[in-house]
């Protein structure tokens, strides 16, 4: 077991010989790995062991991409740390072999051999998806880590959006296990309130996600052009957020889109707070809690109490209440009953749950698009912009086969297909 900084938390790590480093808050087993809280990478890693600020403490430093990341640990014993640098050493010393015989190969002969060596015929028959095979249309979005892009599929015609994440960002930031969970994720599940993932692959320095294109905009595109949302309209839009909920629970998944206040063990009851907040929102017009000052604003969270606009009715209030309670223990859906204990609320009253699944339910809202293409509903902020997507060469710069980014280190095995389970 290895502790790590900054607060000395224990993990359990496993080292595997691709380099992966990967933290687990209980001891994992072989059987049944849950999903990492972080995961490393040692290729061309440097090592330095030293005894602060703890005995038998060493440090991991690697040079990614143009960002040099340092990871500290300590363990019990010094022959304990011998081991565990030591076999890190020798992992990263046989990645670094791996990598030199690569460069060494001339890129111009056997290519065919080659693209057919790297088809991952482990995870899909069909072929593996590259930037090529999009045409890029519209830009739909942009944040910190990356874009998304309406895309055509050249061969079916089909239209998608393409998350594009930068790898930089997402290993600077240190989000590569977030990254990885939520590609396992979506690998894994199917819901109708859930956004399907169709492909996923990546290039040098890009992460891409082929998702199912819903071009009536999002939530909150309309909710701050309408400000505030009916009851009625809450509901129907709460009853689909219960019911995704609800099933990534049964799954063990646990879906956590929220700021960490405190050192605590998330359990489920966190994501009824999330609810709370957003029903919150669309019901009254604001958020329940709000200062400028982040500080400020996690010691309104902390310890205030939520107060509620006169023209709320007395069920959504006993919702929002309850759902917005602090202890997760004392909220509503935090007992042994999770989502169940919301449904049968009274602000769900009449609400027939397997008819909100089968989507039988008649929204209160219909986009008005004219076609597949129509992004209306989308700030014109982004689909005004000219993309400029540049698809990766057949050979980077470094000599490797572009076809090859399966066995980089910090994503693995990352690409995929649904046509498998279609």
Not at 57 to 66: H, M, Y
Request: glycine share 4%; net charge negative; hydrophobic share 35%.
């Amino acid at each position: 077991m290895l502790f790590i900084a900054v607060n000395w938390r224990p993990r359990y790590f496993l080292l595997k010989t691709d380099g992966s480093f990967i933290g687990y808050k209980e001891k994992p087993q072989d059987a049944d790995l849950p999903y990492p809280l972080n995961n490393f990478s040692v290729a061309k890693c440097q090592l330095m062991k030293t005894e602060r600020p703890k005995p038998n403490t060493f440090i991991i430093r690697c040079l990614q991409w143009t960002t040099v990341i340092e990871r500290t640990f300590h363990v019990d014993s010094p022959d304990e740390r011998d081991e565990w640098t030591e076999a890190i050493q020798m992992v990263a010393d046989k990645l670094q072999r791996q990598e030199e015989e690569r460069i060494q190969c001339s890129p111009t002969s056997n290519i065919d051999n080659m693209v057919e060596e790297e088809m991952d015929i482990s995870t899909t028959h069909h072929k593996r998806k590259t930037m090529s095979d999009f045409d890029y249309l519209k830009l739909l979005g942009k944040g910190t880590f990356g874009k998304v892009i309406l895309v055509r599929e050249k061969a079916s015609g089909k239209y998608y959006a393409m998350k594009i994440l930068k790898k930089e960002v997402i290993i600077a930031k240190d989000e590569v296990a977030h990254t990885l969970t939520e590609s396992r994720v979506l690998k894994n599940t199917r819901h109708p309130f859930l956004t399907s993932l169709k492909y996923s692959f990546q290039t040098k320095d890009r992460l891409c996600f082929v998702m199912e294109y819903v071009n009536g905009g999002e939530l909150f595109f309309h909710l701050s052009r309408e400000r505030v949302f009916s009851e009625e309209r809450t509901r129907f839009y709460g009853a689909e957020i219960v019911s995704a909920l609800d099933y990534l629970h049964s799954a063990k998944i646990v879906y956590r889109d929220l700021k960490v206040l405190e050192d605590n063990d998330y359990g489920r009851a966190v994501d009824w707070w999330g609810l709370g907040v957003v029903t919150y929102e669309m019901m009254c017009g604001r958020l329940p809690f709000y200062n400028q000052d982040h500080e400020k604003l996690f010691e309104l969270i902390l310890m205030e109490d939520i107060k509620f606009p006169r023209t709320l009715s007395a069920d959504a209030k006993s919702l929002l209440s309850g759902l917005l309670i602090k202890d997760p223990n004392k909220r509503l859906g935090g007992g042994p009953d999770d989502a169940k204990e919301i449904m049968r609320h009274s602000f769900f009253s009449g609400v027939d749950w397997q008819d909100v699944y089968d989507k039988k339910l008649v929204p209160p809202f219909k986009p008005q698009v004219t076609s597949e293409t129509d992004t209306r509903y989308f700030d014109e902020e982004f689909t005004a912009q000219t993309i400029t997507i540049t698809p990766p060469e057949k050979f980077d710069e470094d000599g490797m086969d572009c076809l090859d980014n399966e066995r980089r280190p910090h994503f693995p095995q990352f690409s995929y297909s649904a046509s498998g389970r279609e």
